[in-house]
């Protein structure tokens, strides 16, 4: 074989060498399109929290088994011939719960005795709001009380009561608060002898009615 020929099959063997590592270089340069999907998932941080993707706890209503009712006297007080009287709502349980609107409130004859003239008006001119009373946290309300010697006796038919029954929004169950007072016997048209404002948080200030 002649050196001329040598060189010639030399030159082709090196030719197809470069032509057989452009193939193998080909898929390398087109690959970065095809893992960019993968590029973009970036996995979770370890210390990210797993129960921000898991449902809350419901906190459920109130109940009475839970709720400590109690009047404050000392914070009660006295204008333009009415009363002032504020009832504390501690939830005495272990988990929290919620309370809202107005409870329902009453005046008793006695702790297990009828209930006299007509339940509490809700003074709507109040927000009302609800509220997640921790173990141990408290929520209040206040209670206008008219001083019926000023309704004439034929319209309010006035009667000694024992106290108030006051029970939970939506609740059956109530609790007998001993307070005695006079009221009226009877509905007295155009006058709301018993109002409740809605729970407020915290509780009562003392000659606020707040």
């Not at 197809?16 to 193939?23: I, R, V, Y």
């Not at 921790?134 to 009380?145: F, T, V």
């Not at 169950?173 to 048209?189: E, K, N, Y």
Request: charged share 10%; glycine share 8%; with cysteine.
């Amino acid at each position: 074989m002649t050196v001329a020929a040598c060189r010639s099959i030399l030159i082709c063997a090196v030719a197809l060498l470069a032509a057989a590592c452009g193939l193998q270089k080909t898929p390398h340069a087109g690959g970065s399109h095809g893992r960019h999907p993968l590029a973009t998932v970036t996995p979770p941080a370890s210390g990210t929290p797993r129960t921000s993707r898991s449902p809350r706890a419901a906190v459920t209503t109130c109940t009475s088994a839970q709720i400590q009712v109690r009047l404050d006297t000392h914070s009660a007080g006295v204008a333009a011939g009415s009363s002032y009287l504020p009832l504390d709502f501690t939830n005495v349980g272990a988990s929290s719960c919620t309370l809202a609107g107005f409870p329902q409130v009453s005046v008793a004859a006695s702790s297990t005795g009828r209930q006299l003239g007509s339940a509490a008006t809700l003074d709507r001119s109040a927000t009302a709001q609800l509220m997640v009373l921790s173990a141990g946290q408290s929520a209040h309300i206040w209670l206008r009380l008219v001083d019926v010697t000023n309704i004439p006796a034929a319209q309010c038919r006035p009667a000694a009561a024992a106290g108030l029954r006051v029970s939970l929004p939506g609740q059956q169950q109530g609790t007998f608060i001993a307070h005695p007072m006079t009221t009226c016997a009877r509905p007295v048209t155009g006058t709301d002898v018993l109002t409740v404002e809605p729970f407020r948080p915290g509780a009562a200030r003392p000659g606020t009615a707040q």
